[in-house]
């Protein structure tokens, strides 16, 4: 007679936590990891993924969104039936990679221990340990060298490293000085952009004063104006949902702050990099002004190609062709390779995927932002947003933010959200008739 299979204690499944946790372990301790793939190294991270995919499919931990399922299949059956259609050359691997990732937005957990509010945890544990290494890697270089304060841009093999990322940037032309990139990530930006979120996790969640300064202090030595721009389109819907108005006079403080130390932190370097965008030599103008010339030269002239893109993987091989330098987006890349109904369809995807997520809207708004300053197949903002949005369990866990310091208006004696003192007077004057009422009912059985 066979004994009964013992039930798995809680404690002992290892695959759940690894599957919610590990896209944002890959995307971020192994960004500069890359498998090399003919003559260049895709990141490794993606592929990383998609074995989890696999892994919590097979094992059935992670289930499949039927409503986010559909749209996958309506999104890669259009995208790829029009490149069919058409008959002319594109990429298959390209088209199959795009597919692959996005397919990763149609699953979550099933364990609802691990919900949005567990990925948001272990993000901002992530986040601090990368803002850590990112502020002593910009100080650093100056006592022991750039060799060793970033040691996986200058210690792993050529052949393993991923390419076509600025990850040892200087601070400006001539400069000897490099953006600080958190060790692990790819460059400035996504570090700048990772502590952008953040920001807006912290205050959404534990509002930890020194977690603030040191995610809002590793932005600044990042010298990326990126995250900011985050924050810029973030900050206001988070001030009027959460009513913090507090964070208004914070601003202020930072600005104020900023013009005091404007020649000591080099801060004209934020000044240049918002001005860069009519300098066509620029990663500013080739990242976000540059393909919109490509746009006119290639794409507006055929009303076909306007409608339907150039076919999946083509971006790279029109770059050459441009009369102005341009650099590949998410939106540049998905309007010039499948148009403006693709694009539709496929940003739509994406929005419609983040949107069914029970994460705060606020931080749905950070991650989309993210999309469109990063490249599409860039695995930070994807790694971000299957930790702390997709792949947790559908079962939402209220996130109230904790009132604690970082309420700036206390800070200076004012509260007011603290009740009136004559406010608070009515209420204890009623409270006291309502007791004194039920002590009479006691005694008598008739009020008072």
């Known amino acids: 007679m066979t004994k009964p299979l013992r039930p798995r204690p809680a404690g002992s499944d290892w695959l759940t936590p690894l ?41 059935s931990r992670l289930v499949i969104d039927l409503q986010r399922l559909g749209a996958f299949v309506l999104m890669t059956a259009f995208l790829g039936g ?59 270089q100056f006592v022991i060298g750039p060799r060793l304060a970033f040691p996986v841009d200058y210690l792993l093999p050529p052949g393993f490293l991923v390419e076509e990322y600025m990850n040892l940037n200087v601070l400006h032309y001539g400069s000897t000085v490099h953006k600080p990139n958190g060790i692990f990530l790819l460059e400035a930006s996504f570090f700048s952009q990772l502590l952008a979120i953040a920001v807006l996790a912290e205050l959404l969640t534990s509002n930890r004063i020194r977690y603030l300064l040191l995610f809002m202090t590793g932005m600044v030595v990042s010298y990326s104006g990126t995250g900011i721009i985050v924050l810029v389109v973030t900050m206001p819907f988070l001030i009027i949902t959460q009513k913090r108005w507090d964070l208004i006079l914070l601003a202020l403080s ?5 013009g005091l130390l404007y020649n000591v932190l080099n801060l004209e370097i934020f000044v240049e990099r918002a001005t860069e965008f009519g300098h066509p030599q620029s990663s500013g103008f080739m990242r976000f002004v540059g393909a919109y010339y490509m746009f006119d030269q290639f794409l507006w002239v055929d009303q076909w190609r306007s409608l339907f893109g150039f076919g999946a993987g083509v971006f790279k ?28 369809l496929n940003i739509g995807f994406l929005f419609f995927c983040v949107a069914r997520s029970s994460a705060p809207g606020v931080l749905k708004l950070g991650v989309a932002v993210m999309f469109f300053m990063a490249g599409i197949y860039t695995p930070s903002s994807h790694g971000i947003a299957l930790t702390i ?41 009623a409270a006291q008739a309502r007791a004194e009422n039920t002590r009479a009912v006691t005694a008598t059985g008739k009020p008072s």
């Open 82 to 140: 029009i490149m069919v259609v058409r008959g002319e050359e594109y990429s298959i691997t390209s088209f199959l990679m795009m597919a692959c990732l996005y397919a990763t937005y149609t699953v979550s957990v099933t364990d609802p221990r691990y919900n949005v509010k567990r990925g948001i945890e272990f993000f901002l544990n992530v986040s601090t340990i990368i803002a850590i290494g990112g502020i002593a890697q910009f100080f650093l």
């Open 389 to 429: 949005m997709m792949w947790p369990s559908p079962v939402s866990e209220p996130l109230r933010p904790v009132k604690r310091s970082t309420a700036v208006l206390k800070w200076f004696g004012l509260d007011f959200n603290r009740p009136s003192r004559h406010v608070a007077n009515r209420r204890r004057l």
């Open 254 to 258: 930072g600005l104020i702050a900023a």
């Open 19 to 59: 599957l919610v946790f590990g896209p944002l372990i890959l995307t971020t301790y192994f960004a500069k990891v890359g498998m090399p793939v003919g003559p260049r190294a895709i990141p490794a991270s993606l592929y990383g993924i998609l074995l989890l995919l696999a892994l919590g499919v097979v094992s």
């Open 317 to 344: 091989d029109f770059e050459t062709r441009t009369h102005l330098p341009v650099h590949e987006s998410a939106l540049t890349k998905i309007v010039f390779e499948f148009g403006l109904i693709g694009a539709l």
